[in-house]
């Protein structure tokens, strides 16, 4: 049992310590591909980090960033787990954060926030995860392959959304498709004042460690991995594969959803229907955290750290592209890939039934 | 000529010419999943292939250049993703969305360096006058009536495009070759033991994916548009990918996937810029319909389309599933 324990920590240790040096070796590389392009590497490097986690302010922007990063990736992370392959977060995403705008700009019953901001925040996780569904039901009851009508629905609800922010939910006094902006009573509230450390954030990390007990403790979890790994073993053992699929979609599509209310409510206020690819990124969060909720929370956190700290260095006076940012995570990404699946290789060669493999991702 | 005739020729035209470059990518896409690797990262390739392209067109003056360029930047793409799917074993969804990162990202950076340097030399960074290409008409074809213009008054990339077509879909059906590449995807272990080495076999499909890609990307910037502006593929790369699930990995139902696509759009924008000066009451009565609507039918007819026939493809049966493969 504690050897077992011990195993399981050294594991764990070692893929963290891998982790933490691909970060840093890639990061040096960008500095040092910074400094041949002509832009000084060591202020780059000194105005990242002061502008991801130089100061509360910095440390507090870069969490806020990574709490919708964080969100869609656990929406990511929970339907690739069991086998449905949901590309739709970004939609989903869209669809919470313009119910969770209409609710709270446009709800006329009550106006106390103890109430308006509960509502909204379920309303959008609600309309994420019934946005999701319809996916799933096109995938069980007309064959259409959910990988392929997620990315479809992703347009639909592009488009829907902006018709309904240059219609019903528009601004006074703009043409441009956006909403007013959310009264100040109705903002998520902040737990260090004069920062961006809004409530959103904690509610975010909750659901991610509600979500790994889910995974990890209970039967449910338990079920929905078979039914990824493989559905036909999953129906052979008497479980309830349809319905799992539909809960964890739902499941899926509500992360996406409340990561767009939070997003609107804690962080930006109005709404536009570019807000940003979060539910696409959410696939790489997810995919680099292994699927792992716990995991993801570190990679959403490293998302939001570079993102932060390349927009500083934009800002700055040396102008560096903040598209930095993405190459760096696409290449740790890369790196970290091919580190995993040559040791699962070497691991399995070498005929060692004992050794922990990697989460299995599903094949498409 | 009368208005339908017209409205025909208009409508083929312009369909004819937004399904060129899904078409493209797709045909690559399409042979890269035959031989068991799917790439999800096909828009970041896309968008290296436009920004190639434009700032090659922009420095040189030719067109062509640029075109090259497009193309040997795709394969350079083509070369990361293989390296870490095939040699690296990395899991292919996973390498797809890192390339789509790296795709956004280096397209984007290199766009904003562009600008700076440009300006900084006090040049524009519009196209030189002339370098980007025009619509080739071929003679006397293109007076046919009806559906003429929409195959014979295209750009150049659209004529390779049909020949690309025409060759793969042989060489796919109908030659040793084909039948090597589409074993690969669907028994390796039957491929290795003919002497055909698997990865090598991949790698090269996913060359001629890139390739593919690439041009596809230098379609959108210096030939349908003769501009950039960051994410300017605006998913689809993403669309190519549904579109082969679509056609379900044939080559005929992806083309018609693709220009099935392409006429419901410029269906789409004819209706939304018609209702408001026609005469016709049903038309009329559309001015009430916000113009998104519009823009969301080709996604809502496909979703339709799909539940309509409603049939499901497996599709080849190694794909994502590194080789050599473990044993358990």
Same mark, same amino acid.
């Given at each position: 049992?504690?050897?077992?324990?011990?195993?399981?920590?050294?594991?764990?240790?070692?893929?963290?310590?891998?982790?933490?040096?691909?970060?840093?070796?890639?990061?040096?590389?960008?500095?040092?591909?910074?400094?041949?392009?002509?832009?000084?590497?060591?202020?780059?490097?000194?105005?990242?980090?002061?502008?991801?986690?130089?100061?509360?302010?910095?440390?507090?922007?870069?969490?806020?960033?990574?709490?919708?990063?964080?969100?869609?990736?656990?929406?990511?992370?929970?339907?690739?787990?069991?086998?449905?392959?949901?590309?739709?977060?970004?939609?989903?995403?869209?669809?919470?954060?313009?119910?969770?705008?209409?609710?709270?700009?446009?709800?006329?019953?009550?106006?106390?926030?103890?109430?308006?901001?509960?509502?909204?925040?379920?309303? +959008?996780?609600? @309309?994420?995860?019934?946005?999701?569904?319809?996916?799933?039901?096109?995938?069980?009851?007309?064959? #259409?392959?959910?990988?392929?009508?997620?990315?479809?629905?992703? $347009?639909?609800?592009?488009?829907?959304?902006?018709?309904?922010?240059?219609?019903?939910?528009?601004?006074?006094?703009?043409?441009?498709?956006?909403?007013?902006?959310?009264?100040?009573?109705?903002?998520?509230?902040?737990?260090?004042?004069?920062?961006?450390?809004?409530?959103?954030?904690?509610?975010?990390?909750?659901?991610?460690?509600?979500?790994?007990?889910?995974?990890?403790?209970?039967?449910?979890?338990?079920?929905?991995?078979?039914?990824?790994?493989?559905?036909?073993?999953?129906?052979?053992?008497?479980?309830?594969?349809?319905?799992?699929?539909?809960?964890?979609?739902?499941?899926?599509?509500?992360?996406?959803?409340?990561?767009?209310?939070?997003?609107?409510? +804690?962080?930006?206020?109005?709404?536009?229907?570019?807000?940003?690819?979060?539910?696409?990124?959410?696939?790489?969060?997810?995919?680099?955290?292994?699927?792992?909720?716990?995991?993801?929370?570190?990679?959403?956190?490293?998302?939001?750290?570079?993102?932060?700290?390349?927009?500083? =260095?934009?800002?700055?006076?040396?102008?560096?592209?903040?598209?930095?940012?993405? #190459?760096?995570?696409?290449?740790?990404?890369?790196?970290?890939?091919?580190?995993?699946?040559?040791?699962?290789?070497?691991?399995?060669?070498?005929?060692?039934?004992?050794?922990?493999?990697?989460?299995?991702?599903?094949?498409? | 000529?009368?208005?339908?005739?017209?409205?025909?020729?208009?409508?083929?035209?312009?369909?004819?010419?937004?399904?060129?470059?899904?078409?493209?990518?797709?045909?690559?896409?399409?042979?890269?999943?035959?031989?068991?690797?799917?790439?999800?990262?096909?828009?970041?390739?896309?968008?290296?292939?436009?920004?190639?392209?434009?700032?090659?067109?922009?420095?040189?003056?030719?067109?062509?250049? +640029?075109?090259?360029?497009?193309?040997?930047?795709?394969?350079?793409?083509?070369?990361?993703?293989?390296?870490?799917?095939?040699?690296?074993?990395?899991?292919?969804?996973?390498?797809?969305?890192?390339?789509?990162?790296?795709?956004?990202?280096?397209?984007?950076?290199?766009?904003?360096?562009?600008?700076?340097?440009?300006?900084?030399?006090?040049?524009?960074?519009?196209?030189?006058?002339?370098?980007? $290409?025009?619509?080739?008409?071929?003679?006397?074809?293109?007076?046919?009536?009806?559906?003429?213009?929409?195959?014979?008054?295209?750009?150049?990339?659209?004529?390779?495009?049909?020949?690309?077509?025409?060759?793969?879909?042989?060489?796919?059906?109908?030659?040793?070759?084909?039948?090597?590449?589409?074993?690969?995807?669907?028994?390796?272990?039957?491929?290795? @033991?003919?002497?055909?080495?698997?990865?090598?076999?991949?790698?090269?499909?996913?060359?001629?994916?890139?390739?593919?890609?690439?041009?596809?990307?230098?379609?959108?910037?210096?030939?349908?548009?003769?501009?950039?502006?960051?994410?300017?593929?605006?998913?689809?790369?993403? #669309?190519?990918?549904?579109? #082969?699930?679509?056609?379900?990995?044939?080559?005929?139902?992806?083309?018609?996937?693709?220009?099935?696509?392409?006429?419901?759009?410029?269906?789409?924008?004819?209706?939304?810029?018609?209702?408001?000066?026609?005469?016709?009451? =049903?038309?009329?009565?559309?001015?009430?319909?916000?113009?998104?609507? $519009?823009?969301?039918?080709?996604?809502?007819?496909?979703?339709?389309?799909?539940?309509?026939?409603?049939?499901?493809?497996?599709?080849?049966?190694?794909?994502?599933?590194?080789?050599?493969?473990?044993?358990?």
């Amino acid at each position: 049992m504690i050897r077992r324990l011990f195993k399981r920590i050294w594991s764990a240790a070692t893929a963290v310590t891998l982790a933490v040096l691909v970060c840093g070796a890639v990061l040096t590389l960008a500095i040092g591909a910074a400094a041949l392009l002509g832009y000084p590497p060591l202020r780059v490097a000194d105005l990242w980090l002061h502008g991801a986690a130089g100061s509360w302010y910095a440390l507090s922007s870069s969490c806020a960033d990574a709490c919708p990063l964080l969100l869609t990736g656990l929406a990511a992370g929970v339907a690739f787990r069991a086998g449905v392959l949901n590309i739709g977060a970004q939609g989903q995403f869209l669809m919470g954060a313009l119910v969770a705008v209409a609710l709270s700009t446009r709800m006329m019953i009550c106006h106390q926030p103890v109430l308006v901001i509960p509502i909204a925040l379920i309303g +959008g996780a609600l @309309a994420g995860g019934m946005w999701g569904l319809i996916a799933q039901y096109l995938e069980r009851y007309r064959s #259409v392959p959910v990988v392929l009508s997620t990315i479809l629905l992703n $347009f639909v609800a592009l488009y829907l959304a902006e018709a309904a922010l240059q219609g019903p939910l528009q601004a006074v006094g703009t043409a441009a498709a956006q909403s007013p902006e959310i009264a100040g009573k109705y903002w998520l509230p902040l737990f260090v004042a004069y920062t961006d450390f809004h409530i959103g954030i904690i509610l975010a990390l909750g659901l991610a460690v509600l979500l790994w007990v889910l995974q990890e403790r209970t039967v449910f979890g338990f079920e929905s991995q078979v039914v990824g790994l493989n559905p036909g073993t999953a129906k052979a053992m008497r479980m309830p594969v349809t319905w799992r699929q539909f809960q964890i979609m739902f499941i899926s599509g509500g992360c996406a959803g409340l990561g767009g209310a939070i997003q609107v409510l +804690g962080q930006v206020h109005f709404m536009t229907a570019h807000m940003g690819n979060y539910g696409y990124a959410g696939i790489a969060v997810a995919l680099l955290g292994r699927l792992n909720p716990l995991g993801i929370i570190l990679s959403a956190g490293f998302f939001g750290f570079l993102d932060t700290g390349a927009f500083r =260095v934009e800002e700055s006076s040396l102008a560096l592209p903040h598209d930095m940012a993405n #190459v760096i995570k696409a290449v740790v990404i890369l790196v970290m890939l091919v580190l995993a699946g040559i040791s699962l290789w070497r691991s399995r060669r070498v005929g060692n039934p004992g050794s922990s493999a990697p989460t299995e991702t599903p094949s498409a | 000529m009368n208005t339908t005739q017209n409205l025909i020729t208009f409508l083929s035209r312009q369909a004819v010419t937004a399904a060129t470059p899904m078409i493209l990518a797709g045909v690559g896409e399409l042979v890269g999943e035959l031989s068991g690797v799917i790439n999800i990262g096909i828009e970041g390739t896309m968008l290296m292939g436009c920004i190639a392209a434009y700032t090659v067109t922009g420095v040189t003056g030719y067109g062509t250049v +640029g075109l090259l360029a497009a193309v040997a930047t795709g394969m350079v793409m083509a070369v990361i993703f293989a390296a870490a799917t095939l040699w690296g074993r990395a899991d292919q969804i996973v390498a797809g969305t890192a390339m789509d990162l790296l795709g956004v990202g280096l397209s984007g950076m290199i766009w904003m360096m562009y600008q700076n340097w440009r300006e900084n030399l006090g040049f524009s960074t519009a196209l030189p006058h002339g370098s980007g $290409f025009s619509p080739v008409v071929i003679p006397l074809l293109h007076e046919i009536p009806y559906l003429g213009p929409a195959v014979f008054e295209q750009y150049m990339l659209c004529y390779l495009t049909i020949c690309l077509c025409v060759v793969a879909w042989w060489t796919l059906n109908h030659t040793r070759l084909g039948l090597i590449i589409r074993a690969l995807g669907d028994a390796p272990e039957a491929c290795h @033991a003919a002497g055909v080495r698997v990865r090598l076999g991949r790698s090269l499909c996913l060359l001629f994916a890139g390739a593919c890609a690439g041009a596809a990307g230098a379609y959108l910037s210096i030939m349908q548009t003769h501009a950039f502006a960051s994410d300017m593929t605006g998913g689809e790369g993403f #669309v190519v990918l549904a579109l #082969v699930i679509f056609g379900r990995w044939k080559l005929p139902g992806l083309v018609g996937g693709c220009l099935f696509f392409g006429l419901i759009n410029s269906l789409q924008q004819t209706l939304q810029a018609a209702r408001y000066t026609s005469q016709n009451s =049903v038309l009329h009565a559309l001015t009430h319909v916000p113009f998104q609507f $519009f823009q969301m039918l080709p996604y809502v007819a496909a979703i339709a389309a799909l539940a309509v026939m409603s049939r499901k493809s497996p599709g080849p049966r190694y794909i994502n599933i590194p080789w050599p493969s473990i044993k358990t």
